[in-house]
């Protein structure tokens, strides 16, 4: 799983985002071999390297178009009976 994205467009060369392992970006771009999360260390082999477009494109876009189906209807009176 890629939990570490980064824009450059340099990264990513002609594709609109690109996947590096650690291994592959060390001389191009620093990065940590581990972070610390909410008090645990994760191991860092993989990053995602993305252009804005793609942001766009499968990110923001794709929220906002999902935002809707999620979103709770406050107009709505819910109504309990105890009998």
Sequence with gaps: MIRYFFQSVKLCGNNSNKIFEISQVS??????????????????????????????????????????QFKTNTSQTLFCVIS
């Design 27 to 68: 001389y191009q771009l620093l990065v940590a071999q581990s972070v610390i999360i909410a008090g645990r260390r994760c191991q860092v082999k993989r990053i995602m390297a993305y252009k804005t477009s793609w942001m766009y494109d499968y990110y923001i876009n794709l929220i906002k178009r999902l935002a809707p």
